[in-house]
Nanobody
Framework: VQLQASGGGLVQPGGSLRLSCVASGSISSSNTMGWWRQAPGKQREVVAFVTTGGRTNYADSAKGRFTISRDNAKNTLDLQMNSLKPEDTAVYYC??????????WGQGTQVTVSS
């Protein structure tokens, strides 16, 4: 399984960004896709994830500001991020966990929130 993330960049506080991820390869019909992030000097943390069936879960820091969505037919994953804060600055990673519990990670995309 390969994951290709895109959409990162530099944005001012209060702004918005949309991250996208495309999965390819041998993907099980049932899986969970998600976004994680890692800020400088901090541990990697989950941002949000969504199952094939559409069940979502968000970190407290993302609730009310971020929206995760997926297109099962296209094997794509998006993360709409609004009201961005400087503390959202991090490398964001697209992930996929297949039905057998194997985890796959994309290469990461940098998000910088700064004035």
């Amino acid at each position: 399984v390969q994951l290709q993330a895109s959409g990162g960049g530099l944005v001012q506080p209060g702004g918005s960004l949309r991250l996208s991820c495309v999965a390819s390869g041998s993907i099980s019909s049932s899986n969970t896709m998600g976004w994680w992030r890692q800020a400088p000097g901090k541990q990697r943390e989950v941002v949000a994830f969504v199952t094939t069936g559409g069940r979502t879960n968000y970190a407290d820091s993302a609730k009310g500001r971020f929206t995760i969505s997926r297109d099962n037919a296209k094997n794509t994953l998006d993360l709409q991020m609004n009201s961005l804060k400087p503390e959202d600055t991090a490398v964001y990673y697209c992930t996929l966990r297949n039905r057998w519990g194997s985890d796959y990670w994309g290469q990461g995309t940098q998000v910088t929130v700064s004035s």
